[in-house]
Structures are given as C-alpha cells and as structure tokens.
C-alpha cells in the first residue's frame, strides 16, 4: 500500500487549503484513513479520520474548521481547511489503517504554513 498525499503550501491566516491523500495498492476494504500532523518538537497528533463506514473524528482544535471527506472508489481521502490559523502550522501525514491487520500505513507528508 502506498499513500501519496498533496495540496500543502504557503497560506495566510483566516485563508483555505485542501489536501488530498491517495492510496493505491492491495487495500482491505473496511478501513480508516485521516490526517495527522505534527509542529517541530511537538508529537504527532490526530486531526481527522474517516472510516469506511463513515466514522469521523476531529481534533478538538479544528471541529467547524475542517471537513474530512474520501471517495472509497478512488481510495482518496481529502481534507478541506478553512479558517487557517498559525498554530494550525505542522506537516501533515496521511494514514491508513486497515481493520483487522498489523500495519499502518503512512504518506510521505505536506507541509503547512499558515502566516500571520
């Protein structure tokens, strides 16, 4: 399995960015993909996932902010951010995991900046 993720950039406060992670490969149906992200120095935390079944979890800091959507024929999944802040600065990782095996599975991450 492989995730490729993209649509990071440069953005000012209060602006919008939308990054899309798709995977590809041999991937179980019944999944969870979702966004994490982690600042210099700080651990990597959870933003958003969005199982297969239509499961959602935010992070509290973003909940109204940002949407998690996927497309399961496209095994995408997307993350719309608006009213972007500069605490809201980090790399963002997409993951998968697969319901019922070992491993997780990790895009290569994009970064973030959100100027004041």
């Known amino acids: 399995v492989q995730l490729q993720a993209s649509g990071g950039g440069l953005v000012q406060a209060g602006g919008s960015l939308r990054l899309s992670c798709a995977a590809s490969?041999?991937?179980?149906?019944?999944?969870?993909m979702g966004w994490y992200r982690q600042a210099p120095g700080k651990q990597r935390d959870l933003v958003a996932s969005l199982s297969s079944g239509g499961r959602i979890n935010y992070l509290d800091a973003v909940k109204g902010r940002f949407t998690i959507s996927r497309d399961n024929d496209k095994n995408t999944a997307y993350l719309q951010m608006n009213s972007l802040k500069p605490e809201d600065t980090a790399r963002y990782y997409c993951?998968?995991?697969?319901?019922?095996?070992?491993?997780?599975?990790w895009g290569q991450g994009t970064q973030v900046t959100v100027s004041s």
């Open positions: 993951h998968l995991k697969e319901i019922g095996y070992p491993y997780d599975h």
């Open positions: 490969g041999s991937i179980y149906s019944v999944n969870v």
